[in-house]
């Protein structure tokens, strides 16, 4: 129940391309649910995240679709580049537990120009 | 404003041997709270402190421990280290760790165990 699963593992897109990422959960108790972006040598760090009251959210080129009687979430990446070739981790919390993310098993994606 | 900052860098200790790892957050933000990351388990939660309390905790042994100082920076302690304890440990920190708050990661320590 703690899970969250995430596909797909790998991805590869061209440049301009909208490379879609999903994740779907089993805990009704989350209630915070962001994505993280890692690039090798470094710590993850904060791209965008959501509330389950919310059904999408857009910050730059990405846009996070919430589906809460699914549950499930996916992240889209539009007009993407090169640099973004990265792995995205999505995550999440419940209430009062905030720090204490749960993470997918993570998905690398490859931008070709 | 400074990041978080994890020293030192790369580890290397056999098995058997303890380490300690030392994590400072950005200035004022007093929660820490500590992951480890391995290519087959993924990023799982260790623990988390705040004010020098303990406030959540992972499923991890007890082998696996933390402290919090007065100044926020924070300590994780691996005992009879395992080869199975090999990983990128990585600290994140944020201002209060209330609901929603933006976590910030440091690079991680990379800790291998021969």
């Known amino acids: 129940q703690q899970q969250v699963k995430q596909s797909p593992q790998s991805l590869i897109v061209q440049k301009g391309g909208i490379p879609i990422i999903n994740c779907a959960y089993e805990?009704?108790?989350?209630?915070?649910f962001p994505w993280y972006q890692q690039f090798p040598g470094k710590g993850p760090a904060l791209l965008i995240a959501?509330?389950?009251?919310?059904s999408e959210k857009k910050e730059g080129r990405f846009t996070i679709s919430f589906n809460k009687s699914a549950k499930q979430f996916s992240l889209h990446i539009m007009d993407s580049q090169p640099g973004d070739s990265a792995t995205y981790f999505c995550?999440?919390?419940?209430?009062?537990?905030?720090?204490?993310?749960?993470f997918g098993q993570g998905t690398r994606l490859t931008i070709n120009p | 404003k400074a990041g978080v900052t994890q020293t030192p860098r790369y580890l290397i200790k056999t098995r058997g041997q303890q380490v300690t790892l030392s994590c400072s957050p950005i200035?004022?933000?007093?929660?820490v709270s500590w992951y480890q990351q391995t290519p087959g388990q993924g990023l799982q939660f260790l623990f988390e402190?705040?004010?020098?309390?303990?406030?959540n905790k992972g499923n991890f042994p007890g082998r696996f421990s933390g402290r919090q100082f007065s100044n926020s920076r924070s300590e994780m302690n691996v005992s009879t280290l395992e080869l199975g304890d090999s990983a990128l440990y990585l600290c994140?920190?944020?201002?209060?760790?209330?609901?929603?708050?933006?976590?910030?990661f440091g690079s991680g320590t990379q800790l291998s165990v021969l």
């Open positions: 200035s004022g933000h007093r929660s």
């Open positions: 805990n009704t108790a989350f209630d915070y």
């Open positions: 994140a920190s944020s201002l209060l760790g209330s609901g929603g708050e933006k976590l910030f």
């Open positions: 959501i509330r389950p009251d919310v």
């Open positions: 995550a999440a919390s419940m209430k009062g537990g905030a720090q204490k993310l749960v």
């Open positions: 402190y705040f004010s020098e309390t303990q406030r």
